[in-house]
T-cell receptor, first 112, second 112 residues
Framework: ELKVEQNPLFLSMQEGKNYTIYCNYS?????LYWYRQDPGKSLESLFV?????AVKQEGRLMASLDTKARLSTLHITAAVHDLSATYFC????????????FGEGTQLTVNP | NAGVTQTPKFQVLKTGQSMTLQCAQD?????MSWYRQDPGMGLRLIHY???????DQGEVPNGYNVSRSTTEDFPLRLLSAAPSQTSVYFC???????????FGPGTRLTVL
Protein backbone atom coordinates (compact mmCIF):
# COMPACT_ATOMS: atom_id res chain seq x y z
CA GLU A 1 0.00 0.00 0.00
CA LEU A 2 1.33 3.41 -0.96
CA LYS A 3 2.01 5.75 1.96
CA VAL A 4 2.92 9.39 1.53
CA GLU A 5 4.38 11.18 4.52
CA GLN A 6 5.11 14.86 4.84
CA ASN A 7 7.14 16.57 7.50
CA PRO A 8 6.82 18.74 9.25
CA LEU A 9 3.03 18.84 9.48
CA PHE A 10 3.10 22.29 11.04
CA LEU A 11 5.70 24.92 10.34
CA SER A 12 5.87 28.40 11.77
CA MET A 13 8.65 30.54 10.40
CA GLN A 14 9.75 34.13 10.25
CA GLU A 15 9.74 36.22 7.14
CA GLY A 16 13.07 36.16 5.39
CA LYS A 17 14.04 32.68 6.58
CA ASN A 18 14.60 29.55 4.53
CA TYR A 19 13.08 26.16 5.16
CA THR A 20 12.41 22.80 3.51
CA ILE A 21 9.33 20.60 3.55
CA TYR A 22 9.91 16.89 2.96
CA CYS A 23 7.69 14.37 1.23
CA ASN A 24 8.55 10.67 1.50
CA TYR A 25 6.65 7.92 -0.25
CA SER A 26 6.75 4.17 0.16
CA UNK A 27 6.57 2.65 -3.33
CA UNK A 28 8.20 3.25 -6.69
CA UNK A 29 6.88 6.26 -8.58
CA UNK A 30 8.27 8.37 -11.38
CA UNK A 31 6.02 11.38 -10.73
CA LEU A 32 5.09 13.67 -7.91
CA TYR A 33 2.87 16.71 -7.59
CA TRP A 34 2.84 19.64 -5.21
CA TYR A 35 -0.31 21.62 -4.42
CA ARG A 36 -1.10 24.65 -2.33
CA GLN A 37 -4.33 25.23 -0.42
CA ASP A 38 -5.33 28.49 1.23
CA PRO A 39 -7.75 28.28 4.18
CA GLY A 40 -11.28 27.53 3.02
CA LYS A 41 -10.19 27.35 -0.63
CA SER A 42 -9.50 24.73 -3.23
CA LEU A 43 -6.16 23.21 -4.22
CA GLU A 44 -3.90 24.94 -6.69
CA SER A 45 -1.22 23.09 -8.63
CA LEU A 46 2.31 24.29 -7.88
CA PHE A 47 4.69 21.81 -9.47
CA VAL A 48 4.61 18.69 -11.60
CA UNK A 49 7.80 16.60 -11.23
CA UNK A 50 7.95 13.93 -13.91
CA UNK A 51 11.36 12.31 -13.59
CA UNK A 52 14.22 11.52 -11.27
CA UNK A 53 16.29 14.63 -10.64
CA ALA A 54 13.53 16.99 -11.77
CA VAL A 55 13.81 20.45 -10.27
CA LYS A 56 11.26 23.19 -10.73
CA GLN A 57 11.25 26.74 -9.37
CA GLU A 58 8.58 29.38 -9.12
CA GLY A 59 9.37 32.52 -7.22
CA ARG A 60 10.51 31.66 -3.69
CA LEU A 61 9.56 27.97 -4.01
CA MET A 62 11.71 25.23 -5.48
CA ALA A 63 10.73 21.56 -5.70
CA SER A 64 12.88 18.55 -6.47
CA LEU A 65 12.36 14.83 -6.90
CA ASP A 66 14.69 11.92 -6.09
CA THR A 67 12.88 8.78 -7.18
CA LYS A 68 15.64 6.49 -5.93
CA ALA A 69 15.32 7.86 -2.40
CA ARG A 70 11.51 8.18 -2.83
CA LEU A 71 11.80 11.74 -1.62
CA SER A 72 10.69 15.15 -2.79
CA THR A 73 11.55 18.45 -1.19
CA LEU A 74 9.84 21.82 -1.34
CA HIS A 75 12.33 24.53 -0.45
CA ILE A 76 11.19 27.97 0.63
CA THR A 77 13.63 30.82 0.19
CA ALA A 78 13.29 34.10 2.10
CA ALA A 79 9.72 33.40 3.16
CA VAL A 80 7.05 36.07 2.92
CA HIS A 81 3.63 36.19 4.58
CA ASP A 82 1.85 35.43 1.28
CA LEU A 83 3.33 31.93 1.34
CA SER A 84 1.25 31.04 4.40
CA ALA A 85 -0.89 28.09 3.28
CA THR A 86 -1.10 24.31 3.47
CA TYR A 87 1.15 22.44 1.05
CA PHE A 88 0.38 18.93 -0.15
CA CYS A 89 2.46 16.46 -2.08
CA UNK A 90 0.72 13.71 -4.07
CA UNK A 91 2.02 10.52 -5.66
CA UNK A 92 0.24 8.31 -8.22
CA UNK A 93 -0.60 4.79 -7.11
CA UNK A 94 0.45 3.27 -10.42
CA UNK A 95 3.08 4.22 -12.97
CA UNK A 96 0.56 4.90 -15.71
CA UNK A 97 -2.38 5.77 -13.56
CA UNK A 98 -3.99 8.95 -12.35
CA UNK A 99 -5.08 7.83 -8.88
CA UNK A 100 -3.26 10.08 -6.46
CA UNK A 101 -2.38 9.47 -2.84
CA PHE A 102 -1.93 12.72 -0.93
CA GLY A 103 0.23 13.46 2.06
CA GLU A 104 -1.43 14.93 5.13
CA GLY A 105 -0.27 18.40 4.23
CA THR A 106 2.15 20.86 5.81
CA GLN A 107 0.50 23.91 7.34
CA LEU A 108 2.92 26.79 6.88
CA THR A 109 2.58 30.05 8.78
CA VAL A 110 4.98 32.86 7.95
CA ASN A 111 5.16 35.48 10.67
CA PRO A 112 6.28 39.07 10.12
CA ASN B 1 -13.02 28.55 -19.63
CA ALA B 2 -14.82 28.06 -16.34
CA GLY B 3 -12.47 25.19 -15.44
CA VAL B 4 -13.93 22.73 -12.92
CA THR B 5 -17.23 23.77 -11.39
CA GLN B 6 -19.07 22.17 -8.47
CA THR B 7 -22.54 22.64 -7.08
CA PRO B 8 -23.75 23.19 -4.47
CA LYS B 9 -21.10 25.04 -2.43
CA PHE B 10 -22.74 24.10 0.87
CA GLN B 11 -25.27 21.44 1.80
CA VAL B 12 -26.83 20.18 5.01
CA LEU B 13 -28.50 16.78 4.98
CA LYS B 14 -30.25 14.65 7.52
CA THR B 15 -29.09 11.09 8.11
CA GLY B 16 -30.61 8.80 5.50
CA GLN B 17 -31.23 11.44 2.87
CA SER B 18 -29.73 11.09 -0.59
CA MET B 19 -28.29 13.75 -2.85
CA THR B 20 -26.06 14.32 -5.84
CA LEU B 21 -23.01 16.55 -5.91
CA GLN B 22 -22.49 17.98 -9.36
CA CYS B 23 -19.15 18.38 -11.09
CA ALA B 24 -18.47 19.68 -14.58
CA GLN B 25 -15.39 20.68 -16.54
CA ASP B 26 -15.05 22.47 -19.86
CA UNK B 27 -11.43 21.62 -20.62
CA UNK B 28 -12.14 18.38 -22.49
CA UNK B 29 -10.26 16.42 -19.84
CA UNK B 30 -10.57 12.65 -19.90
CA UNK B 31 -9.62 12.04 -16.28
CA MET B 32 -11.95 13.09 -13.46
CA SER B 33 -11.85 12.27 -9.77
CA TRP B 34 -13.75 12.83 -6.55
CA TYR B 35 -11.92 13.37 -3.25
CA ARG B 36 -13.00 14.05 0.27
CA GLN B 37 -10.95 16.15 2.64
CA ASP B 38 -11.12 15.65 6.37
CA PRO B 39 -8.99 17.41 9.00
CA GLY B 40 -5.61 15.74 9.51
CA MET B 41 -6.17 13.19 6.72
CA GLY B 42 -5.26 15.02 3.55
CA LEU B 43 -7.40 14.16 0.55
CA ARG B 44 -8.73 10.66 -0.07
CA LEU B 45 -9.89 9.39 -3.43
CA ILE B 46 -13.52 8.26 -3.57
CA HIS B 47 -14.09 7.39 -7.24
CA TYR B 48 -12.42 8.25 -10.49
CA UNK B 49 -12.99 8.02 -14.23
CA UNK B 50 -10.59 7.77 -17.15
CA UNK B 51 -13.20 8.63 -19.76
CA UNK B 52 -16.91 8.66 -20.56
CA UNK B 53 -18.49 5.37 -19.57
CA UNK B 54 -15.53 4.24 -17.44
CA UNK B 55 -15.45 4.59 -13.66
CA ASP B 56 -13.61 2.84 -10.86
CA GLN B 57 -13.34 2.91 -7.10
CA GLY B 58 -10.79 4.81 -5.11
CA GLU B 59 -9.78 4.18 -1.51
CA VAL B 60 -13.02 5.22 0.23
CA PRO B 61 -15.90 4.34 -2.17
CA ASN B 62 -18.47 2.95 0.28
CA GLY B 63 -21.69 4.94 0.39
CA TYR B 64 -21.02 6.74 -2.88
CA ASN B 65 -21.90 6.11 -6.52
CA VAL B 66 -20.68 7.77 -9.68
CA SER B 67 -21.42 7.68 -13.38
CA ARG B 68 -19.80 9.33 -16.38
CA SER B 69 -22.17 9.60 -19.31
CA THR B 70 -20.36 12.56 -20.90
CA THR B 71 -16.78 13.83 -20.89
CA GLU B 72 -17.88 17.02 -19.14
CA ASP B 73 -19.88 15.75 -16.17
CA PHE B 74 -19.02 13.49 -13.27
CA PRO B 75 -21.72 13.55 -10.55
CA LEU B 76 -21.23 11.95 -7.14
CA ARG B 77 -24.28 10.40 -5.48
CA LEU B 78 -24.67 9.85 -1.77
CA LEU B 79 -27.12 6.98 -1.43
CA SER B 80 -28.08 7.30 2.25
CA ALA B 81 -26.17 10.04 4.02
CA ALA B 82 -24.41 9.29 7.29
CA PRO B 83 -22.69 11.68 9.74
CA SER B 84 -19.36 10.06 8.77
CA GLN B 85 -19.80 11.60 5.32
CA THR B 86 -19.58 15.10 6.73
CA SER B 87 -16.61 16.47 4.81
CA VAL B 88 -15.45 18.80 2.08
CA TYR B 89 -15.73 17.20 -1.34
CA PHE B 90 -13.50 18.16 -4.24
CA CYS B 91 -13.84 17.21 -7.87
CA UNK B 92 -10.73 17.29 -10.05
CA UNK B 93 -9.89 16.76 -13.70
CA UNK B 94 -6.75 16.28 -15.76
CA UNK B 95 -5.91 15.95 -19.42
CA UNK B 96 -4.11 12.66 -18.92
CA UNK B 97 -2.36 10.74 -16.19
CA UNK B 98 0.84 12.81 -16.41
CA UNK B 99 -0.58 16.29 -16.12
CA UNK B 100 -1.64 17.91 -12.92
CA UNK B 101 -5.21 17.69 -11.70
CA UNK B 102 -7.28 20.86 -11.62
CA PHE B 103 -9.59 21.11 -8.63
CA GLY B 104 -13.06 22.55 -8.34
CA PRO B 105 -14.01 24.96 -5.53
CA GLY B 106 -15.39 22.21 -3.31
CA THR B 107 -18.70 21.33 -1.64
CA ARG B 108 -18.91 21.53 2.13
CA LEU B 109 -21.36 18.84 3.27
CA THR B 110 -22.75 18.43 6.76
CA VAL B 111 -24.83 15.38 7.69
CA LEU B 112 -26.84 15.71 10.88
Amino acid sequence: ELKVEQNPLFLSMQEGKNYTIYCNYSTTSDRLYWYRQDPGKSLESLFVLLSNGAVKQEGRLMASLDTKARLSTLHITAAVHDLSATYFCAVPKETSGSRLTFGEGTQLTVNP
Amino acid sequence: NAGVTQTPKFQVLKTGQSMTLQCAQDMNHEYMSWYRQDPGMGLRLIHYSVGAGITDQGEVPNGYNVSRSTTEDFPLRLLSAAPSQTSVYFCASSLDHYNEQFFGPGTRLTVL
